[in-house]
């Protein structure tokens, strides 16, 4: 069974850092593309970032680029989401998704996890 | 980035009757060489996370019941549930794979 578990939410005030975790298990992590999805209070889904399996490319939205930074460790099959010059705009619980081909790019998603809950606030 | 947009924001239906969401994107999510549509549909309940009912525009999730259909090509892209039940109350997510991923704004399924 697939499971996808999220850490590393909390509060942080603007201008901070986070690093968000996904543990995965369940599937070969290191043949799937995985990604960030966040979603800011009573709003709607927006891709954050996703990284190949390999863990040779990245991409990311505009509106987090040169922020964040996505990472994996295929020894612990682990998702990382670094966080740096965190905004207001930024508060939103951040789902860890995993991509369901095994192409190498970012197509769509068919497990999520929970989700952790990122505030970002003074 | 391509611009999805669903139709209508808000849907009531009775049970047992047809529900049809519809998401058209700002340019074309058909990839010609394999003549394939990069669009996906996601199902949200209150709550939980979203759940993969429908990619490559048509083809449906294992597990997800029969109910469910995609339809559509190029940018006008339909979501249909054929015969409503309860527990398909839900925010229901339009999602295209062709560039950077972007989502439609959803639109929430409520029971009339």
């Known amino acids: 069974e697939v499971q996808l578990v999220e850490s590393g939410g909390g509060l942080v005030q603007p201008g901070g850092s986070l690093r968000l975790s996904c543990a995965a298990s369940?599937?070969?992590?290191?043949?799937?593309?995985m990604s960030w999805v966040r979603q800011a209070p009573g709003k709607g889904l927006e891709w954050v970032s996703g990284?190949?399996?390999?863990?040779?490319?990245?991409y990311y939205a505009d509106s987090v680029n040169g922020r964040f930074t996505i990472s994996s460790d295929n020894s612990k099959n682990t998702l990382y989401l670094q966080m740096n010059s965190l905004r207001a705009e930024d508060t939103a619980v951040y789902y860890c998704?995993?991509?369901?081909?095994?192409?190498?790019?970012?197509?769509?998603?068919?497990?999520w996890g929970q989700g952790t809950l990122v505030t970002v606030s003074s | 980035d391509i611009v999805m947009t669903q139709s209508p924001d808000s849907l009531a239906v009775s049970l047992g009757e047809r529900a049809t969401i519809n998401c058209k994107s700002s340019?074309?999510?058909?990839?010609?060489?394999?003549?394939?549509?990069?669009l996906a549909w996601y199902q949200q309940k209150s709550g939980q996370p979203p759940k993969l009912l429908i990619y490559?525009?048509?083809t449906r999730e294992s597990g997800v019941p029969d109910r469910f259909s995609g339809s559509g090509s190029g940018t006008d892209f339909t979501l249909t549930i054929s015969s409503l039940q309860a527990e398909d109350v839900a925010v229901y997510y339009c999602?295209?794979?062709?560039?950077?991923?972007?989502f439609g704004q959803g639109t929430r399924l409520e029971i009339k």
């Open positions: 998704a995993k991509d369901q081909t095994v192409a190498g790019t970012i197509y769509y998603f068919d497990h």
């Open positions: 369940g599937f070969t992590f290191s043949s799937h593309a």
């Open positions: 990284i190949s399996g390999s863990g040779g490319s990245t």
């Open positions: 340019q074309s999510v058909l990839y010609s060489s394999n003549n394939k549509n990069y």
């Open positions: 999602q295209q794979y062709y560039s950077t991923i972007t």
């Open positions: 490559w525009a048509s």
